[in-house]
């Protein structure tokens, strides 16, 4: 369990500000749904998580501050899963997972016995018996998203950064693999952090939403409260309507321009 | 892994066996077993019947020839490897960045300046400005790639090494096309040898070699994760820019020093990594250690037809492997897109 708190941070690549001035405090536990539109910085907040790119102000993890820490022990704190993750062909499934071990395995150290134990438990509980012993070049999208997923968790890192995990998959796959990430949410306890191109996804399995425009917060809450058509139109560009269901799920439909 | 070890020890006593001159070939095992404390005369009784002549000739020419060769196809291989692994890219060898153009450049210059007199030196200057130069032209290409890039994509220290590369053989034929007397001298000398290796060339080599190795031995785990990539290496914690770093200084300290002493000798550090993960799969944990080992066999080996087949002439040893390895690199490729 752990909470992550953005305090004025600024990220610029060059003179080109992506990110500035973004505060947020992210409950312990939580799902938080980055939504915006290209461009708007979700990736690049997640990249300045991860410690892949410099920025100022500071990002604290249970009350001290990521930049001070060791760049292993910030990747066990933090599981960053990319946007198109890459998986060499020749690697097998449970070579890859154990890549998650890496921040607890020392400089010169190797893979211990627990490591391995860890890997056969992760695989095990996500059912990826099957998948584990074969080469990662002949596995279907869904099965190498589940290894991508399985891997960030070998990490036992608390906290899981997704980078538009699913935008390579087909709807099945994607509800798939928001599923197990819940399950393993509440399994764990981990707090997610998400960038999110589906708008309906989003606000299926985000606690809370945060919208980006122009690398800064606009409107940020519960999920009824920024998914709103007036909003969307404002930062989107588009025009949508917007439905509630009966069981809570907010539904975001895009419409043509000419009716 | 001690499969692989026990075929090094085979083809070393099979290169110890051949050659135009000496005793008959089953003598050979028993001559050096014959001299392990424990075998001989006052042990097991192990006697070969091998005269003081032919000892010196196994002892002092083709002993040190086999080690020579080990140590060298080991090192390319290993150095093949590890750049495969740090580049990211399966055609890469330990040449990439400049060593053995450097070295064939520095060879060059001691040809034409010196010329002959070198052998009236104290020390044979030949390999020490080779791997001077070695060492020198991959330092350049790294700080033109890292003016560039820095270290964060490999591709432009790949580019640079190309640059650096083209840059040093121009220079070299310049000089080469204004002083043709040494043409044939230095041609040899691009093409490999391990003829003239004493035990003198195995103890200028080790040293580095055995640095080189044990940094790359002890940087295979990191080879491994590096596959995923610089962004989610660094993310899982691992300090690329380090890495890279360390694994391309070690993997051309080797290289840079079996150049010097051995020439260009192709092939050998591109294909035997892919032999080797042919064999046993491709993870960097097992690929490392293997590539030692076979790189070492292979090279004995490979340089048997060489002393053998025109005897007593010699056919170059870099003639040899990529006689062998030519070959067998298309068929390596076949294969793969088969097993795609």
Redesign the interface.
């Known amino acids: 369990m752990s909470s992550v708190e953005f305090r004025h941070l600024a990220v610029k690549y060059g003179r080109r500000v992506v990110i500035h001035d973004f505060s947020m405090a992210v409950a312990s536990g939580s799902w938080v749904g980055l939504i915006g539109p290209n461009g708007a910085g979700k990736s690049s907040l997640l990249r300045a998580v ?3 790119v410099k920025h100022s102000g500071d990002i604290v993890v249970d009350g001290s501050s990521l930049s001070l820490r060791s ?6 704190l ?3 899963v ?1 946007q198109e ?7 097998t499934g449970r ?2 997972v154990m ?2 071990r ?2 607890h ?1 020392g400089y ?3 893979p211990t016995k627990s490591d391995r134990a860890m890997v056969d438990d992760v695989i095990g509980r996500l059912g990826l018996d099957d998948i584990a012993p074969r080469h990662l ?1 002949v596995l279907s999208g869904g099965e190498r998203q589940r290894l991508v997923i399985a891997r960030a968790l070998a ?1 036992e890192a608390p906290i899981l950064l997704l980078d538009e995990p699913t935008s390579a998959l087909d709807i099945g796959h994607q509800q798939q693999a928001f599923e197990l990430v819940e399950r393993l949410r509440r399994e764990h306890g981990l707090t997610v952090l998400s960038a999110m191109h589906d708008l309906t996804l989003a606000g299926m399995y985000s606690d809370r939403l945060a919208l980006l425009h122009e690398g800064t917060v606009v409107a940020d809450g519960s999920v009824e409260d920024v998914l709103s058509a007036e909003t969307l139109a404002e930062f989107y560009g588009v025009r949508v309507t917007v439905h509630r269901e009966d069981d809570g799920t907010v539904v975001v439909v895009p419409r043509r321009e000419q009716l | 892994m001690s499969l692989s070890a026990l075929v090094l020890v085979l083809t070393a006593c099979a290169g110890a066996m051949t050659g135009p001159a000496g005793p008959e070939w089953w003598r050979v095992p028993l001559a050096l077993l014959e001299r392990i404390p424990g075998f001989g005369e006052s042990g097991l009784g192990v006697s070969s019947g091998v005269s003081p002549l032919e000892w010196s000739i196994i002892w002092d020419i083709r002993m040190p020839r086999v080690v020579l060769a080990g140590i060298v196809g080991a090192t390319l291989s290993l150095g093949g490897a590890s750049y495969q692994g740090v580049f990211r890219n399966p055609l890469v060898d330990p040449y990439l960045l400049g060593a053995a153009a450097g070295g064939g450049l520095g060879a060059t210059i001691i040809f034409t300046t010196v010329g002959s007199d070198r052998l009236d030196w104290p020390v044979d200057p030949v390999p020490l400005v080779a791997f001077v130069f070695a060492l020198g032209t991959v330092t350049l290409t790294y700080l033109v790639g890292a003016s560039f890039g820095g270290m964060r994509t490999s591709s432009t220290l790949v580019l640079a090494g190309v640059a650096m590369v083209s840059l040093t053989t121009a220079i070299q034929t310049f000089i080469l096309q204004r002083n043709s007397d040494v043409v044939r001298v230095v041609y040899n000398w691009i093409l490999g040898r391990l003829a003239t290796a004493s035990w003198g060339d195995v103890v200028l080599v080790l040293p580095y070699v055995a640095l080189s190795t044990t940094v790359l031995l ?1 940087h295979r ?1 990191h080879l ?2 590096l ?3 610089d ?2 290496a ?6 690329v820019a380090r890495v890279r770093l360390t694994v391309v200084v070690a993997a051309t300290l080797g290289t840079a020093a079996v150049v010097a002493v051995s020439g260009l000798i192709g092939f050998v550090g591109l294909v035997v990594p892919h032999m080797v ?1 042919l064999m046993a ?3 960097y ?1 097992v690929v490392i250690p293997l590539a030692i080992t076979v790189g070492g066999a292979f090279l004995i080996l490979a340089d048997i037809p060489g002393r053998t087949l025109s005897s007593p002439a010699e056919v170059p040893i870099g003639v040899v492997t990529a006689f062998i390895g030519a070959p067998f690199f298309i068929i390596l490729l076949r294969t793969r897109q088969v097993s ?1």
Not at chain 1, 71 to 76: E, K, L, Q, T
Not at chain 1, 85 to 91: G, K, T
Not at chain 2, 234 to 239: F, K, R, V
């Open positions: 991860a410690g892949l760049r292993s022990r910030r990747a066990s933090v599981a960053y990319p993750p890459i998986l060499p062909d020749e690697m070579e890859y890549l998650g890496t921040p395995i010169f150290g190797h070049g990490t | 002890f785990r491994d994760v596959r995923v990539g962004e989610e660094a993310a899982l914690g691992i300090p993960r799969g491709s993870t944990r795609r």
